[in-house]
């Protein structure tokens, strides 16, 4: 098999798993968690580049050749390959988005077990679930996938075609997280992404405004507002987090309680023209724009 085969073959498997990834996502979210119709992942389009790689990944490792002498343990040597594969590619994402961009798409802090909040024993679990059905089930149908589309290289035109709107895409995505990361770097916070746009949407909702699926960020002037918001609730918080410091000080420094309580009312006040500067992204419920450095500028 050339080269040139061997990279239409992982580019066909990243095409097959980002969408149907994609799907999968959309699908978990309005029946299990949101209860909503939501455009999961960081990119606009279709696609899921986690399940891309993974599914690239899990068709490698389906490939090795195991020879323990018992059929049984090698299903259960390639699975455990592919679970432990597939946590540290769901690691090695989060980690780049986090530390390189200050973006969280997702959060397992609540989970038993987490590690930075990217992986958790529960969706590791998951994972070996997901390797299991993909070895005894999903394997064979992608591998015929594969055999069709070598024997059809003509649909690398399409597959040509996704790639194409994907960079573009990815390009349109990147330039957003690089203001994201200028602003959150300024601040010092993480930005909860999904939890972000969540609340925009429930915000339309609420005032009865049509929502986006495809871009659920298009209306620019929304993060200067939830910004602002989030700023005002954050500043509150922390003046009422130093009066309730001031208190518990001794009774010896009464100067020191005195000064912390006259300190703590001035984190309210938040003038509304001012630009969300102290942004509750770290706290609030995600809070992400790609205009919010913008008006740090003006």
Known sequence: MSFITVVLILAFLFFVGSVFGWCLEVLFRRFFTAKKWINPGFLTGPCLPLYGFGVAGLFGISRIPMNTG????DAVLIILIMGVTMTLIEYIAGLIFIKGMKIKLWDYSNRWGNIQGIICPLFSLFWLLVSAAFYFVIDTPVLEAVTWFVSNIWFAFFVGIFFGIFF??????LHLATRIKKFADEHGIIVHYEKFKET???KRE???EKVGFVFPLEKMGEFKEQLASAKEKFTARMGRKKKAEAAEVPAT???EVSAAAEEAPETKETSPAEPAENSALANAPGTTSDEAPEADKK
């Open 70 to 73: 018992y059929a049984w343990l």
């Open 206 to 208: 609420a005032a009865k």
């Open 200 to 202: 925009l949407r429930d």
């Open 253 to 255: 420094e009464p100067a």
């Open 168 to 173: 573009v895409d990815l390009g349109c995505s």
